[in-house]
Each structure stands twice: as structure tokens, then as C-alpha cells.
């Protein structure tokens, strides 16, 4: 979408032929490169983030230090559920497992390369940042598919349902510490145990609506990025960053002028409503007498307001006496244009006649 966007103001609409006409519209009103940029930024913003938290959860800076610490032993398997793979229990984590760490691992990696591209409207950044997009959102989808055939074989959550959107810091969860602490005290979890945990909490059903917004999110943003980087290189017409001629004011417009010269104008009627009227101030003017001279008794405010009348009269005429002129300038002008114009083209035309002649 090249046109100016829709949520903008009217009065707005003459600035959007810069970067507006050039990369389009996202989200029917977001610059479509400052709209790349500002999801670039904040999805790095949280890899980066999460990142942070997993270097501080694996103690890697005690164990610089020499620090010592507690270790807890993780709620996992116990005996022959160690051994378990292609089962149930033993599957319950592959979903987590394939999704991060790398789509943060990742993000850390390609995101920079969305920022640049975006930034420098390199159409290879933007194409390498569109695939990673494609790819992440398609590694949503599928995740979310597993996870449901996942419940629907087993009877119980994946992993990846409760860390993503039951304990997870982003999006935040809608559960309270406290039925947070007892779902990550658990090892599995089935239906019961979590519906008892949760109050009977909709988990499921949160999980489908928070994933397939992201996907969806994420598919949006690639298909921006890729357009984005088409737009930068090839422009809306494939042939590079030009611009139509209509885009630039080639002709005198005397519409826009008197636009323009209209919006000088002041409002007759606001300048009268921040005006005294003579005579109202007790304090001020002698009762029983006018203080324009004229009328008398129940007609004298009429010979006031004959004044005021007279001076607006004058000051529209005036108005209107420096717009005729600055058109009938601007057509003078024209006019002695056309004249030169056509002048040059008869004297050109009698030089050929002479040049002829000559030769013959």
C-alpha cells in the first residue's frame, strides 16, 4: 500500500510523500520501515533478555568468581523414566527443547541484520531477515501442532504449553507465584494436576490463542520485511526509488496557492468575540451617553455596531483586493511565459525558413 495511510490527519496528508509513497503503510498507518525497525529492535531487546536470564540461571558468573552456591535437584525422572524416550514422559520436553534455545539463539544472530537492513534499506539484510522470520513462524506453527497431538495422544501438557505461556516471563502469565511455584515443582503434567494447580484455569485454550497470535504476528512481519526489501531495491514499479511526475509541482498550481493564501486569513467572527463592545464597561463610559457618537436611548448600541461593520467590510475587501492581485500575478507570468515561449519557437522557425533559402 503506497497511498497516504488512513489513520492519518487530513491536514497531515501533504507530509506523507516522503518514506510513505516510497516503503508503503504496515498496520495501515506505521511507516513500513520504522515499523521493521521498532519490531527488530524490541523482539532483539528480548532475546537479549532472555539470554541474560539463562547465563545468570546457569551460575556462569559464580563460577568465574568462585562463588559457591545451592544446587536444587531438578523435578525430572526417577529410575527407569530416566531410560524413556519415544513415550509419553520421555517426549513431554522435545516441543520446549526444539524451540528454544534456538529461536533466541537465533534471533541474537539475525535480528541485527533486520536493524541493518532496515536502516540502510539493504534489500540482502532484509531478505535475510525475512527468512528468518518465515522460519521462526513456521517453527511456531509446528510447534503448536506437536503440542497438540501431544495432548490429544497422551492426555497430559507438554512442557512447552506450561513454560510458554504458564511460567514464562514474555507475554506475562496470567497465573498468580503462587499456582506458578507449584506448576514448576512438577515433574509432568497431566489434566488433573494442572486443573487442580490452576483452579481450572482455560490452560489450554490460553495456549492456542497467545501461540497463533505470534505465528500470525511473526508471518506478518516477514511478509513487511519482504516487501520492504523489494520496495528498497526496486521500487513500487520495479524500477528502482523513483517517484511519479505527479509528485512534484512541474505547474503553477493556483488552487494550492489560494489555499495556502486562505489560510492566513483570520476569522471575522473570532476577532469580534474577543472585542469589547463600547459602552458596556459602567465603570469606564458616563450613563446616558453614547460612546460612539450617534443614536440615542434603545438605538444606540445600533450606530456601534454600524462601525464595526464598516471596518470588516473594508478589511475583506482588502483581503480579497491582494488575492486577486497575487493570482492575476501569477497569471501574468504565465502568460509572458507562453509569450517567450512562443516567440523563441517562431524565430527558430524563420531562422530554419532563412537557412533553406540559402541553401537553395
Known amino acids: 500500500r503506497l497511498g497516504v495511510p488512513s489513520c492519518a490527519a487530513p491536514a497531515r496528508a501533504v507530509v506523507a510523500m516522503g518514506e510513505g509513497h516510497a516503503f508503503g503503510w504496515s498496520l495501515g498507518c506505521i511507516n513500513r520501515r520504522l515499523f521493521v525497525l521498532g519490531v527488530s529492535a524490541v523482539m532483539l531487546a528480548l532475546c537479549l533478555i532472555q539470554l541474560a ?67 540502510h534499506s539493504s534489500h540482502r539484510d532484509l531478505r535475510v531477515a525475512a527468512v528468518f522470520f518465515i522460519a521462526t513462524a513456521v517453527l511456531h506453527i509446528g510447534v503448536l501442532a506437536a503440542d497438540a497431538i501431544y495432548f490429544g495422544t497422551c492426555g497430559s501438557y507438554p512442557t512447552n504449553i506450561i513454560y510458554q505461556t504458564m511460567l514464562n516471563w514474555m507475554p506475562p502469565s496470567p497465573l498468580n507465584r503462587a499456582t506458578q511455584a507449584k506448576l514448576q515443582a512438577m515433574s509432568a503434567y497431566s489434566v488433573e494436576d494442572v486443573a487442580q494447580a490452576t483452579h481450572d484455569f482455560q490452560v489450554l485454550t490460553w495456549y492456542f490463542v497467545v501461540a497463533g497470535l505470534l505465528a500470525a504476528f511473526l508471518l506478518y512481519v516477514a511478509r513487511e520485511v519482504w516487501l520492504l526489501g523489494d520496495l528498497s531495491e526496486r521500487g513500487p514499479l520495479g524500477l528502482g526509488m523513483h517517484f511519479g511526475l505527479n509528485r512534484w509541482d512541474e505547474v503553477l498550481d493556483h488552487d494550492a496557492l489560494r489555499r495556502h493564501r486562505m489560510k492566513g486569513t483570520r476569522s471575522a467572527f473570532l476577532d469580534d468575540a474577543t472585542l469589547t463592545i463600547p459602552g458596556t464597561d459602567l465603570e469606564s463610559s458616563h450613563l446616558g451617553v453614547p460612546a460612539y457618537g450617534g443614536g440615542y436611548g434603545a438605538i444606540a448600541h445600533l450606530a456601534k455596531f454600524d462601525v464595526f461593520e464598516e471596518q470588516e467590510d473594508e478589511e475583506a475587501e482588502q483581503r480579497m483586493l491582494e488575492i486577486n492581485a497575487a493570482l492575476d500575478h501569477a497569471e501574468a507570468e504565465e502568460a509572458s511565459a507562453a509569450a517567450a515561449a512562443a516567440a523563441a519557437e517562431e524565430a527558430e522557425a524563420r531562422s530554419r525558413a532563412d537557412q533553406r533559402l540559402l541553401l537553395f
Open 53 to 119: 536470564r539463562w547465563v545468570l540461571s546457569f551460575r556462569l558468573w559464580d563460577a568465574i568468581m568462585g562463588n559457591s552456591w545451592k544446587v536444587e535437584a531438578p523435578a525430572g525422572c526417577i529410575g527407569t523414566q530416566c531410560w524413556e524416550v519415544l513415550t509419553c514422559f520421555g517426549m513431554k520436553d522435545a516441543s520446549l527443547h526444539v524451540r528454544e534455545p534456538l529461536v533466541t539463539l537465533a534471533g541474537v544472530i539475525m535480528l541485527p541484520a533486520a536493524l541493518s537492513g532496515a536502516h
